[in-house]
């Protein structure tokens, strides 16, 4: 990990030209930084209009300053930041000043990080920054908002807090070996472990929620050549992005398109038709399409509803990934618009059964549009919950099967120590390193 102790800089905008660039300091050595730059230090907290100047007196630039004094500042720590006109060179004349100044450029992530350490912000509000930042729909920078205010890590301390009152009762009973305790029989610990476990359930679902919304759902469209898969592409979309004919082996390249599903991040991802004996192009077009197969969180297996052998494809699709048939070309066929459990029928020429396909896709993804309520959680954080939960559930099976209290209150810690991991009240500089390198510079 970098060092807490030095003054850091970094501009805060992004690099190029614009308005205005933000120029951000944190660190011990702020207050003697603005004297020099600015002649004085600044009222806190209130922008004032100043020049900039190195420390031989020569301008620089001319505009805002803003000074925090630790510890009301983001970082924990004093700040200073820098409204200057937008232009690079104007950004690194400044920043070389302030270097010259004592004072080292920032790593990515660095000011983020100061904040966790200074107990400003929990690991999951921190993430939330960088999610709010690449949010790619309205809801996903909703959700973003709603971690960083707190709404997922009160939730996780919630749990937490159910697991300590778990853990203080057995640890309790487990203390006074002299009176014989029957675990099994005390109803109040029963009922506690049930409501923990359903505590379990529910987070767990949200959480998976928002992974979607943070990740998106990437779906892969296959199936036989000519079946349609590039004409539903387009139909989802509501572009024209992939050339859809008659001719069997047109697509021959993955196209990827992102569409917006209410709300839902969906990456649609159109491949070569699958069939033996393709030429080499398509050859190479099928390769790609089983590649991509490997990234699909859900398959749609396109069929042609006038072929009466669509249902043999010539190719495995993956196992635990889930995959909806998909019966195109239902304008053409005498079937009727029956859906099969999991499967749906439609027209990708007339638009027919889309609305049924749009809903197949939000329930897979398990995407309910749960607007207010909704958070946004990353991978690692349901690796940490999934973890919490099966420690949970090995200390209700082993309290079930041995009917002692010991191997509970065990499971238990195990549990409580996982959930700690999502917010970071237990981490390790391993952790903190791979989360905070994620974030640009300046941030
Ligand atoms: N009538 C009708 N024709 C369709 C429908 N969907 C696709 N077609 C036609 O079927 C032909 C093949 O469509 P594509 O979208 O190119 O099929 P594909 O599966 O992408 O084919 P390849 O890229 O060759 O694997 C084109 O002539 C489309 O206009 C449909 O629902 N109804
Ligand atoms: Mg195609």
Redesign the pocket.
């Known amino acids: 990990m970098t060092n807490m102790l030095d003054t850091i800089v970094a501009a805060a905008t992004p690099p190029g030209v614009g308005g205005v660039a933000i120029v951000r300091v944190s660190g011990d050595k702020t207050e003697q930084i603005a004297r020099t730059l600015l002649g004085s230090l600044p009222e806190p907290r209130s922008a004032t209009f100043r020049t900039f100047k190195n420390a031989v007196g020569e301008k620089l630039d001319a505009g805002l300053a803003l000074y925090f004094p630790a510890p009301a500042s983001f970082t924990g720590e004093s700040v200073l930041e820098l409204h200057g006109h937008g232009g690079p060179l104007v950004v690194s004349l400044l920043v070389e000043a302030i270097v010259g100044e004592g004072c080292r450029r920032a790593a990515p992530g660095e000011f983020s990080q100061r904040a966790f350490l200074n107990d400003k912000l929990d690991l999951v509000q921190a993430e939330a920054i960088v999610d709010l930042i690449n949010a790619g729909t309205t809801q996903a920078a909703r959700a973003a908002l709603r971690s960083l205010s707190g709404a997922f890590s009160r939730a996780v301390e919630a749990l937490a807090a159910q697991l300590i009152r778990l853990r203080l009762h057995v640890e309790a009973a487990i203390d006074f070996p002299e009176e014989e305790i029957d675990f099994l029989s005390d109803d109040l610990l029963l009922g506690r472990l049930q409501e923990c476990a359903d505590a379990f359930t529910l987070l767990r679902e949200q959480a998976k929620q928002g992974r979607v919304l943070r990740d998106g759902f990437q779906v892969v469209i296959v199936?036989?050549?000519?079946?349609?898969?590039?004409?539903?592409?387009?139909l989802l979309s509501g572009q024209d992005a992939?050339?859809?004919?008659?001719?069997?082996?047109?697509?021959r390249d993955i196209l990827r398109e992102q569409i917006d599903i209410d709300g839902l991040a969906v990456e649609l991802v159109?491949?070569?038709?699958l069939r033996e004996n393709p030429d080499r192009i398509e050859e190479e077009g099928i390769r790609r399409a089983r590649q991509a197969l490997h990234g699909a969180d859900a398959v749609l297996w396109?069929q042609?509803a006038t072929d009466a052998n669509a249902e043999q494809l010539d190719e495995p699709l993956p196992d635990g990934v889930p995959i909806t048939v998909v019966r195109?070309?239902?304008?053409?066929s005498e079937a009727t618009m029956q859906s099969a459990e999991g499967s749906v029928c439609?027209?990708?020429?007339?638009g027919q059964g889309l609305d049924a396909l749009r809903a197949q896709i939000r329930r897979l993804a398990g995407y309910q549009n749960q607007g207010e309520g909704a958070f946004t959680a990353r991978k690692r954080h349901l690796q940490a919950l999934d973890s919490a939960a099966e420690h949970f559930q090995a200390g209700r099976t082993a309290l079930e099967e041995t009917r002692a209290g010991e191997l509970l209150a065990e499971e238990l810690r195990l549990s409580h120590q996982a959930l700690g991991e999502i917010t970071g009240a237990v981490s390790s500089d391993e952790l903190l390193g791979r989360i905070f390198s994620e974030f640009c510079i300046g941030k």
């Open positions: 199936g036989k050549p000519n079946a349609g898969k590039s004409s539903l592409l387009n992939a050339i859809v004919t008659e001719i069997a082996g047109t697509t159109d491949t070569a038709g396109i042609d195109n070309k239902i304008d053409l439609m027209s990708a020429k007339t």
